[in-house]
């Protein structure tokens, strides 16, 4: 499940369509250097980098400079710093680059020129591991697990730099060996400096071309190429096909997990406002009300995302949860939806804004953390006379789920700490509305975690089937007749959407599948995402610049 990302601020030059290291957003000039910034807030490197973190034209660049030992870079440059130190919590550590990153940044007090650029660099040597190691086996001597792991993620920051980022190649390379002198040591940055020379020989296109000169699988070649590992991309490929889209469209899905993602704020409704956020620099969101655009930057400094209510989440996480809150429950059973019903209602009447009576109906949230669609549900449920319930089993994320409704009054809402898999026999034929944003791969969150593509494996879908199975059946047991049950993953895979609901939902003739694309677009503000295929709705990020989040909506007939 994916809530939140952190994106950077620069825009560069980046890859060519279709390389590995990213898509839009990019870090683009030459970090901090050695010094640092100057008093009148220029690096002192010389570097023109402007506020949004992106290099000016710099004319023509001086090739490398053969400096003798006492004028090479032995400092770390804190941006540079922050990527490596963030690429080696991910490593060693199994840490989240959206977790580690922004603590990073603040520790090292970085303005936010460096936190663009080292956002990007983090990102995109993350993004781009499995191009970038290719890269990397042609220019080393050695296998690379062969290397020490802080070797080779000093390696991969370089080539990022190198190849897919507008940093000059002579800083790159003396502002990335100056890192690995300062924080691995005088003899493995020799080894760095080497390589990185040969790196730099070649542009992306033209390694890729190297890399791929005598492939012929296509899944090899959009492995290379797109940087994800062979059995995701035949796993998005089946995705695509099994949710009613082209086959021919697996470059664009693979190129938009590549894009760095704009963070996407939500306005708690009836509790926050995004004017704070608007004036900072944000855009209005385009697909829901109540959304926004962030333009970057450290969010904890708006005393809005301070206070909680207003947050970062993707919008298609948004979408999702307005869409269960807008389900007319008096005409369910009809097939037919809240029309035009947005879910938020502005003074606490208990109507949707069609009329439709919500005053005492209950909610729950069945997989509640970290918080993010329990914190926005809390909300509708204030404006709409609704509770809400919000269930987590691990105690500490229990914990962030109290903080995210902290903004939330109260009396609307409770965390339970427990099994959400015994909930529905605790509480059977209790709840009007059930979300189940169950565990999953994380497959349609890959632009915003970008570690996640290399550590799953085809056994994770075999292993969270069966957990999957049964929450929505418990959640199923626990909403009461003429009720609903909201079944959400952030990944698109059959084995996790399609193939768990038709088989909770085989052999039982009380439930029925509303149409879900139908929900969307009622909660939506362009009213045709073209979401929905067969009753159920898959929204993509190369289509709807969202996580790419399932939704199955079921009816318990009454």
Known sequence: MSESGTSGSGRGRGPQRGGAGGGGQRGTGQSGGPGGRGRDGSPRDGSQRDAQGRERN????????????????????????????????????????????????????????????????????????????????????????????????????????????????????????????????????????????????????????????????????????YAHPEWIVRALRQSLVAHGRPVTEISDLLEADNAAPVVNLVALPGLGSLDEALEGGATPGELVEGSALSSGGDLGRLASVREGSTRVQDVGSQLVARAMAAVDLGTAGTGRLAAGGTGTGTDGTGTDGTGTDRTGERWL???????????????????????????????????????ALAAVPHEIWHVRTGDGRELGTEMAETFDRVLVDAPCTGLGALRRRPESRWRRTPKDLTDLGPLQRELLKSALAAVKPGGVVAYVTCSPHPAETTAVVSDVLRKRDDLELLDAGAALDSVSLTGHLDAGHELTAQLWPHVHRTDAMFLALIHKKA
């Open 58 to 225: 710099r004319g023509p660049q001086r090739g490398f400079t053969e400096n003798a030992p006492s004028q090479r870079t032995r400092r770390a440059d804190p941006a540079r710093l922050v990527a490596f130190e963030v690429l080696r919590a991910v490593a060693s550590e199994d840490a989240y680059a959206n977790l580690v990153l922004p603590a990073r940044i603040r520790h090292h007090g970085l303005d936010k020129r460096d936190a663009g650029f080292a956002t990007e660099l983090s990102y995109g040597a993350l993004r781009g591991q499995g191009t970038y190691d290719a890269i990397l086996s042609r220019c080393v001597d050695r296998p690379l697990d062969q290397l020490d792991p802080a070797i080779l993620d000093a390696l991969r920051i370089g080539v990022h730099q190198l190849v897919a980022m507008r940093v000059p190649a002579h800083a790159a390379l003396d502002q990335t060996v100056g890192l690995a002198r300062a924080v691995i040591g005088a003899g493995p940055s020799a080894l760095i400096n080497a390589v990185l020379r040969k790196v730099s020989a070649h542009t992306l296109e033209e390694w890729l071309a190297l890399l791929l000169s005598d492939e012929t699988d296509e899944t090899r070649i959009a492995s290379i190429r």
């Open 365 to 403: 949230d069945l997989c509640a953390g970290p918080g993010g669609k329990a914190a926005l549900l809390g909300a509708l449920a204030r404006q709409q006379g609704a509770t809400l319930l919000a269930n987590e089993p691990a105690p500490h994320r229990a914990k962030l789920v109290r903080q």
